[in-house]
């Protein structure tokens, strides 16, 4: 596609439930981000695959986040048994090349995430 | 560990006049410095980087920003700012390698007609 496609847009879900955001990268592109934007705050990193391989997870705040990228194209964030904390805006970034932190990352719009 | 300041959380600036977005930046090693903006509900948007070569970066929409090694800084700049350049900006570094992205808290440029 012509950039990075989050769903959805905006998530409600009551304390306990269980959730899961997808992010559709730019076709081809190796490298993919999740980052946790709470208000007024910048992007905090959460997790990066190159293709299928999560190489780094650890911004990941607990074990209820789990994220996965099984055929190195769509990953999906899944957080279990939500907390109140977990209220942000869930953000997911990708670059063309193998990422050697020279090449700026493509963002999607989010999804924002409201636990009541 | 990496880190980036952002000592404005927000800039006001008139319509025409220059401005400036500061940002200074801690990492080990060469940085590789970016900024980036966000408007309402939206994903950030590359604007410029600095990855070796003239401290000078130009960039997107008429940006540009001056890395400086000595002071650990990297400004952004516009010598004339429009008003739908309204939005919040940050500053972003990581020190190569693959090596997570740090962003700055951001910094809300209001540019008043």
């Known amino acids: 596609g012509a950039g990075v496609s989050q769903s959805p847009r905006y998530k409600v879900a009551k304390r306990g439930q269980d959730v899961a955001l997808r992010c559709d990268p730019i076709?081809?592109?190796?490298?993919l981000f999740w980052y946790q934007q709470a208000l007024g705050q910048g992007p905090e990193f959460l997790t990066y695959f190159q293709n299928e391989a999560q190489l780094d997870k650890s911004g990941l705040p607990s074990d209820r986040f789990f994220a996965e990228r099984p055929e190195g194209s769509v990953s999906t964030l899944k957080i279990q048994r939500t907390q109140q904390e977990d209220s942000a805006v869930y953000l997911c970034?990708?670059?063309?090349?193998?990422?050697?932190?020279?090449?700026?990352?493509?963002f999607g719009d989010g999804t924002r995430l409201s636990i009541l | 560990a990496q880190s980036v300041a952002q000592p404005e959380d927000q800039v006001k600036v008139a319509e025409g006049n220059p401005l400036t977005v500061k940002c200074t930046y801690s990492?080990?090693?060469?940085?590789?410095l970016f900024w980036y903006v966000q408007y309402p509900n939206r994903g950030l948007q590359f604007l410029l980087k600095y990855i070796t070569g003239d401290n000078l970066v130009k960039g997107s929409y008429g940006f540009e920003a001056e890395f400086n090694k000595s002071q650990t800084s990297f400004h952004l700049k516009k010598p004339s700012a429009l008003v739908s350049d309204s939005a919040l900006y940050f500053c972003?570094?990581?020190?190569?390698?693959?090596?997570?992205?740090?962003f700055g808290i951001g910094t809300k440029l209001q540019v008043i007609p």
């Open positions: 972003a570094v990581n020190s190569g390698g693959y090596q997570k992205v740090t």
């Open positions: 970034a990708s670059s063309l090349v193998r990422d050697r932190g020279r090449q700026p990352q493509h």
């Open positions: 076709s081809g592109h190796v490298s």
């Open positions: 990492v080990s090693g060469n940085p590789y």
